[in-house]
């Protein structure tokens, strides 16, 4: 085995290591809790990228489109996060909610890494591409202020889910490749506070004598396994044989996560709790089309549509161990999600002739599956309208990453940084006939991001 070789397999170690150590909260909402943004380049282009799925994040968005990656290449982005929820009550009062400041902090990450087989020395393998990834597809964290008027019914709430993703993916021939893996999905002790939680103050009267004003909290974690697998079709290719038009379809199970944790009072333990969050299946569909694809230029438009089945979620009742039971109905339906979004590359221009260049733009339609009901400020959502745009900037050798340091720097090919913006703009949702009548009322909500990613291709 080469010495090239040892590198790249300390460069998976060293990946390995790091899944120890980073802390990746998340805050951003698409429809429900579920998150969409897991790297800037997608990002940028509104996520519509499950067709293209042509850098390491396709271990997310499409682990079909590995195959289409060569050597070892590392991805790792973050997102800076700020926004505000906005009540005005049927009663008078107005609340004001958010993040928990201007920008959430620490601020979300993900990270994957990909290595076609040959690049780790199994010649025989030449198909074959493996990869792990740590992401935040379900998470949500909002804060309102303790002396609120729905303070009796949450003050914050926080959702710090990660899913491990150990991948692969298999090229069967020129047109047809499938990819699947694992998603373990569950908690750490060094990511937020290592657990779900609920915190609200104790309403007057309430059931159980807790002094009214009392800080409660209901907290729980648990690990759960669940599956993706997908298949990439490409039926045409020009001369060079990188894609023309590709489609894509994506399978993602959604597991049950039964919590279990602590029902405190003003920070003492009352009794152990336990509820039940079951995630939904989820099918995406995407076709990306390049009317544009030489060695100069290449311009790319796709267009994704997911389908996140979200009707097995019925309730989030809390059973504690004394046999009291607090009923949460949540009774959520369905909800479409159309993505689209477009990429243009100049390829080595004059003026940086060691460096691709792209320009992103995209466009996110998303239904809520929450009904007026069951709506309640732990998932102030509605559908929503998002609109984003950003650039991407990959440097080969032997250019010069940020004019320092070259490019082809501990045997990398490639260095490269994404950025993006985007904002979510969510319908004002009028919510009546809520089961708790404190929540009746306009709800608005509005999220602004930035999204950057570091990758390096080996």
Same mark, same amino acid.
């Given at each position: 085995?080469t010495?090239?070789?040892y590198?790249?397999?300390? /460069?998976?170690?060293?990946?390995?290591? *790091?899944?120890?150590?980073?802390?990746?909260?998340?805050?951003?909402?698409?429809e429900?809790?579920r998150i969409?943004?897991?790297?800037?380049?997608?990002?940028?282009?509104?996520a519509?990228?499950?067709?293209?799925?042509?850098?390491?994040? %396709?271990?997310? &968005?499409?682990?079909?489109?590995?195959?289409?990656?060569?050597?070892?290449?590392?991805?790792?982005g973050?997102?800076?996060?700020?926004?505000?929820?906005?009540? !005005?009550?049927?009663?008078?009062?107005?609340?004001?909610?958010?993040?928990?400041?201007?920008i %959430?902090?620490?601020?979300p990450?993900?990270?994957?890494?990909?290595?076609?087989?040959?690049?780790?020395?199994? @010649?025989?393998?030449?198909?074959?591409?493996?990869?792990?990834? +740590?992401?935040?597809?379900?998470?949500?964290?909002?804060?309102?202020?303790?002396?609120?008027?729905?303070?009796?019914?949450?003050?914050?709430?926080?959702?710090p889910?990660?899913?491990?993703?150990?991948?692969?993916?298999?090229? +069967?021939?020129? &047109?047809i490749?499938?990819?699947?893996?694992? @998603?373990?999905?569950?908690?750490?002790?060094?990511?937020?506070?290592?657990?779900?939680?609920?915190?609200?103050?104790?309403?007057?009267?309430?059931?159980?004598?807790?002094?009214?004003?009392?800080?409660?909290?209901?907290?729980?974690? @648990?690990?759960?396994?669940?599956?993706?697998?997908?298949?990439?079709?490409?039926p045409?290719?020009?001369?060079?044989?990188?894609?023309?038009?590709?489609?894509?379809? /994506?399978?993602?199970?959604?597991?049950?996560?039964?919590? !279990?944790?602590?029902?405190?009072?003003?920070?003492?333990? *009352?009794?152990?709790?336990?509820?039940?969050?079951?995630?939904?299946?989820?099918?995406?569909?995407?076709?990306?089309?390049?009317p544009?694809r030489?060695?100069?230029?290449?311009?790319? +438009?796709?267009?994704?549509?997911? &389908?996140?089945?979200?009707?097995?979620?019925?309730?989030?009742?809390?059973?504690?161990?004394?046999?009291?039971?607090?009923q949460?109905?949540?009774?959520?339906?369905?909800?479409?999600?159309?993505? /689209?979004?477009?990429?243009?590359?100049?390829l080595s221009?004059?003026a940086?002739?060691?460096?691709?260049?792209?320009?992103?733009?995209?466009?996110?339609?998303?239904?809520?599956p929450?009904?007026?009901?069951?709506?309640?400020?732990? /998932?102030?959502?509605?559908?929503?309208?998002?609109?984003?745009?950003?650039?991407?900037?990959?440097?080969?050798?032997?250019g010069?990453?940020?004019?320092?340091?070259?490019?082809?720097?501990?045997?990398? !090919?490639?260095?490269?940084?994404?950025?993006?913006?985007?904002?979510?703009?969510?319908?004002?949702?009028n919510?009546?006939?809520?089961?708790?009548?404190?929540?009746?009322?306009?709800?608005?909500?509005?999220?602004?991001?930035? %999204?950057?990613?570091?990758?390096?291709?080996?």
């Open positions: 085995m010495t090239l070789i590198c790249r397999l300390v /460069v998976f170690c060293l990946f390995l290591g *790091l899944l120890n150590t980073f802390t990746i909260p998340q805050t951003i909402h698409a429900g809790f969409l943004d897991h790297s800037a380049s997608a990002t940028g282009q509104g519509a990228f499950t067709a293209q799925a042509d850098d390491a994040s %396709a271990l997310h &968005y499409n682990p079909a489109g590995m195959t289409q990656l060569k050597g070892i290449q590392f991805y790792a973050t997102l800076l996060i700020g926004g505000t929820v906005r009540f !005005k009550s049927d009663l008078g009062p107005n609340v004001k909610g958010g993040v928990g400041g201007t %959430a902090n620490p601020p990450s993900t990270l994957f890494l990909t290595a076609n087989l040959p690049a780790l020395g199994f @010649d025989n393998l030449q198909n074959w591409t493996v990869g792990i990834g +740590v992401t935040t597809p379900y998470a949500l964290k909002v804060e309102y202020p303790d002396d609120s008027l729905i303070s009796p019914i949450l003050t914050s709430a926080s959702l889910l990660i899913d491990i993703k150990p991948t692969l993916a298999y090229k +069967v021939n020129d &047109y490749a499938v990819g699947g893996g694992l @998603d373990i999905y569950t908690f750490a002790s060094f990511i937020g506070e290592g657990q779900a939680e609920l915190q609200q103050n104790a309403a007057p009267g309430n059931a159980f004598g807790i002094p009214a004003g009392t800080g409660l909290e209901a907290n729980g974690s @648990d690990t759960a396994l669940g599956f993706n697998a997908s298949v990439l079709w490409t045409f290719r020009n001369q060079d044989g990188h894609p023309l038009v590709n489609l894509a379809f /994506v399978y993602r199970n959604g597991p049950n996560l039964d919590l !279990k944790g602590d029902f405190l009072a003003g920070g003492t333990r *009352l009794a152990g709790a336990a509820t039940n969050i079951e995630l939904p299946d989820i099918y995406t569909w995407a076709i990306a089309a390049w544009i030489n060695a100069q230029h290449e311009w790319k +438009v796709e267009v994704d549509l997911d &389908y996140a089945d979200w009707s097995g979620f019925k309730d989030l009742n809390l059973q504690l161990s004394n046999g009291a039971a607090i949460n109905p949540r009774d959520y339906g369905d909800a479409w999600v159309l993505m /689209v979004g477009t990429e243009f590359k100049a221009p004059s940086l002739p060691h460096w691709d260049v792209a320009f992103r733009t995209g466009y996110v339609r998303s239904e809520s929450i009904p007026d009901r069951t709506f309640e400020p732990a /998932v102030p959502d509605s559908d929503f309208n998002a609109f984003s745009a950003g650039m991407g900037f990959l440097c080969h050798g032997p010069k990453f940020l004019g320092i340091l070259p490019c082809d720097i501990f045997g990398a !090919k490639a260095i490269g940084v994404d950025l993006a913006y985007q904002a979510l703009l969510y319908d004002e949702r919510v009546q006939n809520n089961q708790q009548p404190l929540l009746n009322g306009k709800w608005d909500t509005t999220l602004h991001v930035g %999204a950057v990613s570091l990758r390096m291709n080996f």
